[in-house]
């Protein structure tokens, strides 16, 4: 008995570190109305942003998946509009969720952007 449990928690273990090493995959959807032509990554808070190789995601609902790092659950997504805008997703949580539903752009300021989580530029 002791030597199936010995084995069964080792395999435990080993799923757990497995998982935490595994690549962090997100969808994309976008919903807004202007097509997303470049999609960059950077761990949330951090100022250096990593382009991801994408074809362009048409408005109204197109959608990919975007590897975003190794390690890690939460980063920010910088995302370039064909129209020339960009809308910053701050603190995405890639743990607990596995897709993104990019928003229209709002026709009001920055400020009221931010108030929803999303900066437009």
Request: aromatic content about 4%; proline content about 4%; glycine content about 8%.
């Amino acid at each position: 008995m002791t030597l199936i449990r010995t084995a069964l928690i080792a395999a435990l273990l080993s799923a757990a570190t497995a998982q935490a090493g595994e690549a962090r995959y997100l969808s994309l959807i976008n919903r807004a109305h202007d097509s997303v032509v470049a999609v960059a990554v950077a761990p949330a808070g951090g100022t250096t942003f990593e382009p991801r190789p994408i074809d362009t995601l048409a408005g109204g609902g197109d959608a990919t998946t975007v590897r975003l790092a190794d390690t890690g659950c939460r980063f920010d997504l910088r995302l370039q509009f064909r129209n020339g805008r960009t809308a910053l997703y701050r603190d995405v949580d890639a743990c607990t969720g596995d897709a993104l539903v990019i928003a229209p752009l709002p026709r009001r300021t920055a400020t009221h952007a931010a108030d929803r989580g999303v900066a437009d530029r």
